[in-house]
């Protein structure tokens, strides 16, 4: 049995076991937002203000590879629960795991500090792929809430990222409490979540309760083994770089992991397209999917300026001054969740009413429109800089405007982009496009880490020119997917 029954109405007219998924989701992306809104600021922060003290060359790559990891840790997440616990004892561990990497993040110290990251990481990879996928087990095959379901399920991720933004965002620039007490924040948001996922559980019945495709019993002996060796290896090379033994320096080791995931993506996409048996039409969808998974990779490689450059703009150089209340630097990221949820609808308007007059754009077009748009944002960052390097104040308005173009911009892009890969995948190959497209977030994390190495806000001459040519890079790579996606949306075939 694979979903509960769709008659158990319990939840906005849904089965109950969506609340728990909804709420534990939501207090999950709370923890993670709230802490990742801080991490730069944290890691370049003076040792004598209680921060790591690095540059900010070092502290946006470490960034890069955290974010960029995140996502990557997804495919093997999901390949444990499908073979080895099942979905609810992945996301009930994953959620401890990451609970612990916050408590950790909570207690001074780099080798706490890092610890954390990486039992983030691991936690996150667990659970966040095989909450995703609850969801959708939930319901039956031809359940038609199914669409509505998820609109739910992501309404609980923007609030959740809200609240962190809101909350550990306060705590970390109030005097009374600082980086430490936001990150502790964090960790009792997961503690919640995880209170209520346990209370609440029952509600999911057999969905993810035991694993899809389980192992032999030898077989699960050699995968725990391999797991094991994988984790002591990652413990090991964390305590001698820390220890000093050996060097990680994170800016090449940034540039060589998005070589590694670009090949990886390569390899993987090439693998399906010259050795899966494709007809011609599939061959044709291939060509029109590769091209929407390079327009993602691309988009958040500037979208996800916001936790690295533009934070470290907020902190620095915009005057955040409201009478006698300062902003947190943190609260400017809750913009765009905040614009997620009152644009929505409408994008989801558009495209409908778009279909019925038979104009809908194929997904290269759209995906390439959403970087063009996302480019803007940084034509916007780009006088913004110019103010600062005249040494005049900077209003909060140019970035709640360059927030609102990325929102707009992600609209266009991310919610087509997973579309995409649904529909232009062959459906044997399903499963397996949808991890590689993961990796298209990976890269374009890592790259957005080492973009906004060239922060320097000692130097504001400069950002002028870094803004600009994230925005020119950005226009180009719109510009040619537009023309190219004018060509492949007639090769946009449905494989189902």
């Known amino acids: 049995m694979n979903s509960t029954d769709s008659s158990n109405d319990a939840f906005f007219g849904h089965p109950k076991g969506l609340k728990t998924l909804f ?3 939501m207090w999950e992306r709370m923890s993670y937002y709230g802490m990742r809104a801080l991490l730069v600021l944290f890691m370049t922060l003076s040792l004598q203000e209680g921060g790591l003290g690095i540059t900010v060359a070092m502290a946006t790559a470490i960034y890069g590879l955290y974010t960029g990891f995140v996502y990557l840790a997804g495919l093997p997440g999901g390949w444990i629960a499908d073979r080895l616990i099942g979905g609810q004892n992945a996301i009930w561990y994953g959620g401890i795991i990451i609970m612990f990497g916050h408590i950790s993040l909570a207690i001074p110290g780099d080798v706490t500090f890092y610890f954390g990251l990486i039992l983030v990481v691991l936690g996150t990879g667990l659970l ?10 939930l319901y039956k095959g031809n359940d038609p809430r199914m669409e509505s379901g998820y609109a739910l399920y992501y309404m609980g991720i923007n609030l959740g990222s809200i609240g962190g933004y809101l909350i550990c965002g306060w705590l970390y ?8 007490w936001a990150f502790g924040a964090a960790a009792v948001g997961m503690a919640i979540g995880l209170l209520q996922f346990k209370l609440t559980r029952a509600a999911l019945g057999e969905v993810g309760l035991t694993p899809i495709a389980p192992l032999s019993e030898k077989g699960r002996k050699t995968a725990w083994t391999v797991i094991g060796l994988i984790v002591l290896t ?5 305590v001698l770089a820390l220890a000093g033994t050996i060097t990680l320096d994170p800016v090449p080791l940034a540039q060589a992991s998005a070589v590694i995931f670009t090949l990886l993506f390569i390899g993987f996409f090439g693998k399906v397209f010259f050795f899966g ?6 061959k044709k ?3 029109a999917l590769l091209l929407v998974c390079v327009a993602s990779a691309c988009f958040w490689s500037g979208f996800e300026q916001a936790g690295s450059s533009l934070n470290l703009f907020a902190q620095q150089i915009v005057d955040r001054q409201l009478g006698s209340f300062e902003i947190p630097t943190a609260w400017f990221q809750f913009v765009n969740p905040f614009f997620i949820i009152i644009l929505s609808p409408f994008f989801a308007a558009l495209w409908i009413n778009l279909g019925k007059r038979m104009t809908t754009p194929g997904f290269g077009l759209k995906t390439g429109a959403g970087i063009l748009i996302m480019a803007s944002g940084f034509i916007v960052m780009y006088f913004a800089a110019q103010l600062a390097a005249a040494e005049l104040r900077v209003a909060p308005y140019w970035l709640v405007a360059t927030y609102f173009l990325h929102t707009v911009g992600e609209l266009c892009l991310s919610p087509i982009a997973l579309a995409a890969v649904s529909r232009l995948s062959p459906k044997r190959f399903a499963g397996q496009m949808m991890g590689v497209f993961v990796l298209t977030y990976s890269i374009g994390n890592i790259i957005a880490g080492l973009l906004a190495g060239g922060f320097d806000p000692e130097n504001v001459q400069e950002l002028p020119a ?3 040519n994230v925005a020119q890079i950005s226009l180009v790579f719109g510009v040619v997917i537009l023309l190219i996606g004018y060509k492949t949306r ?7």
Do not use: R, Y
Not at 128 to 137: E, L, R, Y
Not at 174 to 180: C, E, I, L, T, V
Not at 234 to 238: D, G, N
């Open 23 to 25: 709420f534990t989701e």
């Open 128 to 137: 966040k792929p095989n909450i995703t996928a609850a969801v959708g087990q």
């Open 173 to 180: 620039d109030a005097d009374s409490f600082g980086p430490h």
């Open 234 to 238: 990652i413990v090991l090379v964390a």
């Open 277 to 282: 048996k494709l007809n011609a039409l599939e």
């Open 285 to 287: 969808s291939m060509l």
């Open 466 to 468: 870094l803004f600009m």
């Open 490 to 496: 007639k090769w946009e075939v449905n494989n189902d």
